[in-house]
């Protein structure tokens, strides 16, 4: 029971982590910028992505591919922030949160569509038998794409 609960307060630990490192990061960059940057969860997702690709299609072990995620959600930041945020920054703070908003957009997918289509080329064991349903469902997407 006393273990039980103890987890319990671990796991809401972690999940109030999760949570939390955004938000502090949406919210500083709303101090210092003062636009709300909507990109803040897809560069995330960006270097989540990376890590597990790191991890699992070049084998590295899981702190190198950590520290790939934690660079390329990094450098992945700065290029959009540079590129395609820094221009909108002059027409207003609305205008640059749509922008973010299309950024988040454009980002998801840059790791929606190649990652539907991973498992329709067989690079992983489990897709070559087809014995994960993922890879069996991702297969039959990758088809209607």
């Known amino acids: 029971m006393v273990t039980q609960i103890l987890q319990l307060l671990l796991n809401g630990a972690m999940a109030g982590t999760i949570l939390a490192v955004p938000a502090i990061g949406l919210t500083v960059i709303f101090a ?7 990109a803040v969860a897809s560069h995330a997702t960006v270097g989540a992505f990376a890590g597990y690709v790191a991890n699992v299609a070049f084998g590295l072990p899981v702190l190198p591919a950590i520290i790939v995620a934690f660079l390329v959600a990094g450098l992945t930041g700065l290029a959009t922030d540079e590129f395609i945020l820094k221009p909108f920054r002059a027409t207003g ?3 640059t949160a ?3 908003i299309a950024l988040t957009i454009g980002l998801e997918n840059v790791v929606r569509f190649p990652s539907a289509t991973t498992c329709a080329a067989t690079t992983c064991r489990s897709c070559a038998t087809g014995a994960s349903p993922a890879c069996a469902s ?3 997407r990758s088809r209607i794409l």
């Open 138 to 140: 991702a297969r039959s």
């Open 93 to 95: 703070f609305i205008t």
């Open 98 to 100: 749509i922008g973010s």
């Open 32 to 38: 210092v910028l003062r636009f709300p940057n909507f």
